[in-house]
């Protein structure tokens, strides 16, 4: 908001000298000083994560803190704090002892960015299904081998919630978590955020296909037989049996659900 003397004098309640408010955007200098800042911040969380001195649960300083120890605006400090929040890294919340904490959940955005992708046809369904089959059948492999009981124990009873299980969209929401819970019998988080994640990028499109698709009772009894297979294989240690029908299984609910979507 700048001020400018009025040149017209003649111009219906105007006078001479008179001072008038006129509107402009923003400049560009005011866009490169914030950009600048924004950057700024990013670099200063980083640094601080990847030195160590902020861990996961770790609580940051007030933005105005963080604006003034970093010489930047609070506004800068919110778009890098709501950039990262977007990335799992950071959660920010409301009322005394809360604030904003590094928090990662980087399943949610990977498959956030995933899901994106999927939709700018930057990736195909193919390319997710090939993804998956590598993936799965590491992470399975792996689980034969690790056999790590609580993630076991899940995975058997959501196989028993599936039998049971006749819609859709509730046999969706434990097939994910059961093929996640297998993926963490492994060990291996990274892997089973990745799977998670690609789980969720498509999550919705595996939905819609078991909607429409004809005969789909007798889709899911084979669906289920897969995971016992699959779950049979890892808890007696057979991890080239585990990788085998694993692929067999992703391979076919492709065939089933999204050949032809792409």
């Keep these: 908001m700048t001020q400018t003397r009025d040149a017209d004098a003649s111009q219906p309640g105007a006078h001479p000298g008179h001072w008038v408010s006129e509107s402009h955007p923003e400049s560009g200098a005011d866009t490169d000083t914030r950009s600048r800042g924004f950057s700024v911040v990013m670099h200063h969380i980083d640094d601080e994560i990847l030195t160590g001195t902020w861990v996961n649960g770790s609580r940051l300083p007030p933005e105005r803190e963080l604006a003034a120890t970093l010489g930047v605006s609070r506004g800068a400090v919110r778009e890098a704090i709501r950039a990262l929040e977007a990335l799992g890294i950071l959660t920010s919340g409301t009322g005394r002892g809360n604030g904003t904490r590094v928090d990662a959940h980087p399943s949610d955005a990977m498959g956030r960015i995933l899901r994106l992708q999927l939709a700018l046809d930057v990736v195909s369904f193919a390319d997710l299904t090939e993804t998956r089959v590598a993936l799965e059948k590491a992470a399975c492999a792996a689980a034969?081998?690790?056999?790590?009981?609580?993630?076991?124990?899940?995975?058997?009873?959501?196989?028993?919630?599936?039998h049971d299980a006749m819609q859709p969209d509730s046999f969706n929401t434990l097939d994910t978590a059961f093929h996640v819970a297998l993926a963490e019998a492994g060990d291996n988080r990274l892997m089973s955020d990745l799977t998670m994640a690609i789980r969720e990028a498509v999550h919705l499109p595996i939905l819609e296909a078991e909607h429409s698709l004809i005969g789909w009772d007798n889709w899911r009894d084979g669906?289920?037989?897969?995971?016992?297979?699959?779950l049979t294989a890892i808890e007696n240690g057979d991890p080239i049996r585990a990788a085998e029908v694993t692929e067999a299984h992703i391979r076919n609910a492709y065939e089933t659900l999204l050949l032809g979507r792409d």
């Excluded at 034969?144 to 599936?162: C, E, I, N, S």
């Excluded at 037989?225 to 699959?230: A, F, G, I, L």
């Design 223 to 230: 669906f289920v037989c897969d995971h016992e297979e699959m």
């Design 144 to 162: 034969a081998k690790v056999r790590a009981p609580g993630p076991l124990a899940r995975a058997t009873d959501l196989l028993g919630q599936m």
